[in-house]
């Protein structure tokens, strides 16, 4: 790459918070909404609606009409949606949840990124938050970073457990863990998914979330199947399973520390037991540039969420398993065709089994 080529994608990165706030903005804002029920408005109008100075949304609008999410009619002054009118609602909601989590949870925090990565904790969340933990500690004192995380966490779980399930051995009448659970939804989602007579699911996560937990459990009529154990991984995982699922939880861990959690579930284990891993992924070519789970997970985990952390490549994961004493039977990556353009997760399932 020429140093003019470098410059130029310098550039690119220069711009890239100003551009996500303008976009954010003009959704916040209500435009959006506004030009979806009422092409045509002016900025004028626009601002009459919005609370705010025309010659303000024209700035923010600039972008917009640039990029063709937004068209402009010289002769009238009115604003229409071009690109953003092709999109289903639905499908906003969930680029937005998104966005949203990244503004409330990561923006502020990483101005912070060095100092965190110093200090092996998010000082973003002690600076702004005054919390000395992470952001799964923060949000149950936090209701904007509990709301945007859960929020999107339930819309991941939502969308990606169909393919999780789909591709996974839960026998019959198995006694499942949950690890990580938090308040139940994957739980409820073994059941409903995977349900057989004699089955059963345990949700295994930290005592505060347990109360949660279990009115979800009655809300879905399942409390006779499912059932909550508090506790925290790195002090032992319950026995007296014979799957154990760990989803949306590695990839805040460094190396070493996912090595403990899938030594502790060998051993909580019988053999023949089996484990089944959810987690985003690197590619092997880190290079390819149609994942960007290494564009957003890296500065997320370290600045943001863990102190620590970040996805690995399919292969180290592989190897983990084996060092934890499992013969691997599974590692697939889902297809990134698949997964729709506005989503930055790219998810792996990795299968195991404890050999004798």
């Not at 169909?162 to 139940?184: K, S």
């Amino acid at each position: 790459m020429t140093s003019e080529a470098v410059l130029a994608r310098f550039r690119e990165y220069m711009v890239g918070p100003s551009r996500f706030m303008t976009l954010l903005s003009v959704f916040e804002l209500g435009i959006v909404d506004a030009l979806r029920e009422n092409p045509g408005l002016t900025a004028y109008d626009l601002g009459e609606q919005a609370g705010a100075k025309p010659d303000a949304v024209e700035q923010l609008l600039f972008l917009l009409v640039k990029e063709g999410f937004v068209a402009y009619d010289e002769l009238s002054g009115g604003y229409r949606l071009d690109g953003l009118a092709e999109v289903p609602e639905s499908d906003l909601k969930r680029a937005l949840a998104y966005m949203n989590l990244i503004k409330v949870t990561a923006l502020r925090q990483l101005f912070y990124l060095t100092e965190s990565v110093r200090t092996g904790t998010v000082v973003g969340l002690k600076e702004l938050y005054g919390s000395e933990g992470t952001l799964y500690d923060a949000v149950a004192d936090h209701q904007d970073l509990n709301d945007s995380w859960l929020k999107l966490m339930n819309t991941v779980t939502a969308n990606i457990d169909p393919w999780f399930f789909a591709n996974i051995d839960v026998p019959a009448g198995a006694r499942v863990l949950d690890v990580a659970g938090n308040t139940g939804l994957g739980a409820i989602h073994t059941f409903r998914h995977k349900g057989s007579e004699g089955l059963s699911v345990t949700t295994f996560d930290l005592p505060d979330k347990e109360s949660r937990a279990l009115a979800n459990f009655r809300a879905e009529g399942l409390e006779e199947h499912l059932s909550f154990i508090g506790g925290n991984v790195f002090d032992g995982i319950p026995e007296g399973f014979d799957v154990v699922l760990i989803k949306h939880f590695l990839d805040m861990f460094d190396a070493g520390n996912v090595l403990r959690i899938l030594q502790g579930v060998y051993d909580s284990l019988e053999v023949g037991g089996l484990i089944h891993i959810l987690v985003p992924v690197y590619p092997e070519d880190i290079r390819e540039s149609d994942n960007y789970n290494v564009d957003f997970f890296p500065a997320f985990f370290l600045g943001a969420a863990m102190g620590q952390g970040g996805p690995q490549k399919l292969s180290v994961y592989q190897s983990l398993l084996e060092q934890a004493g499992f013969k691997v039977t599974q590692a697939v990556t889902k297809d990134a065709s698949e997964v729709p353009p506005d989503v930055i997760p790219v998810q792996a399932i990795l299968s195991a089994t404890k050999l004798p």
